[in-house]
Nanobody, 121 residues
Framework: QVQLVESGGGLVQPGGSLRLSCAAS????????MGWYRQAPGKERELVAA???????TYGNSVKGRFTISRDNAKNTVYLKMNSLKPEDTAVYYC???????????????WGQGTQVTVSS
């Protein structure tokens, strides 16, 4: 079994910054792509940013130039640095990862429990 635990959310003023972390633990043989998604009240979950195990990144259009995704493969951790935050960034942020759990190639794609980010003055 694999668990993803997010941290780093909170309340921040418009224009401020936050850094989210997501650590994977459990039955991990290797980790492929990792990503951050968010869901605001009444809206569908959307991709914020994703990163491959080689470091290639993808961003949602609304966060390009403001957010940066990175990962530490030795720590099985992915980060999301969020700058110039706007009220419309308010949402629950979820971590997701493609995890190979054994040498046979069994794959799971767990979600974290989510962390609330609120941007408000």
């Amino acid at each position: 079994q694999v668990q993803l635990v997010e941290s780093g959310g909170g309340l921040v003023q418009p224009g401020g910054s936050l850094r989210l972390s997501c650590a994977a633990s459990g039955s991990i043989f290797s980790i492929g792509g990792m990503g951050w998604y968010r869901q605001a009240p009444g809206k569908e979950r959307e991709l914020v940013a994703a990163i491959t195990n080689g470091g290639s990144t993808t961003y949602g259009n609304s966060v390009k130039g403001r957010f940066t995704i990175s990962r530490d493969n030795a720590k099985n951790t992915v980060y999301l640095k969020m700058n110039s935050l706007k009220p419309e960034d308010t949402a629950v942020y979820y971590c997701n990862a493609e995890v190979v759990t054994n040498g046979l190639g069994t794959r799971v794609r767990p979600w974290g429990q989510g962390t609330q980010v609120t941007v408000s003055s």
